[in-house]
Nanobody, 115 residues
Framework: VQLVESGGGLVQPGGSLRLSCAAS????????MRWYRQAPGKERELVAD????????NYADSVKGRFTISRDSAKNTVYLQMNSLKPEDTAVYYC?????????WGQGTQVTVSS
């Protein structure tokens, strides 16, 4: 099982990034997918999630209206489009796959929002 995040980096406030999480080794279409983030000295927090079909999404209040989660079952990939980025969005972003008692994590990708 692998979840490989990519797309992080350094961006100025107000900028955009798109994170990708490529999944392999399990039945992607059966799993709900989530993005979490963890800033230095803070607990990991749920940013966005989507159900296995991609028909339902939820967002943390802090990112609602700025971030969009989506999934492509043909590519076994989940995305996080991040717009209007703020310095407080700086964190390591983690991809998570969950189904019943199966719970998989990626290694994380760093997002830094700074001028």
């Amino acid at each position: 099982v692998q979840l490989v995040e990519s797309g992080g980096g350094l961006v100025q406030p107000g900028g955009s990034l798109r994170l990708s999480c490529a999944a392999s080794g399990f039945t992607f279409s059966s799993f709900a997918m989530r993005w979490y983030r963890q800033a230095p000295g803070k607990e990991r927090e749920l940013v966005a999630d989507t159900n296995s079909a991609g028909s339902s999404t939820n967002y943390a209040d802090s990112v609602k209206g700025r971030f969009t989660i989506s999934r492509d079952s043909a590519k076994n990939t989940v995305y996080l489009q991040m717009n209007s980025l703020k310095p407080e969005d700086t964190a390591v972003y983690y991809c998570n796959a969950r189904f019943l008692y199966f719970n998989y994590w990626g290694q994380g990708t760093q997002v830094t929002v700074s001028s």
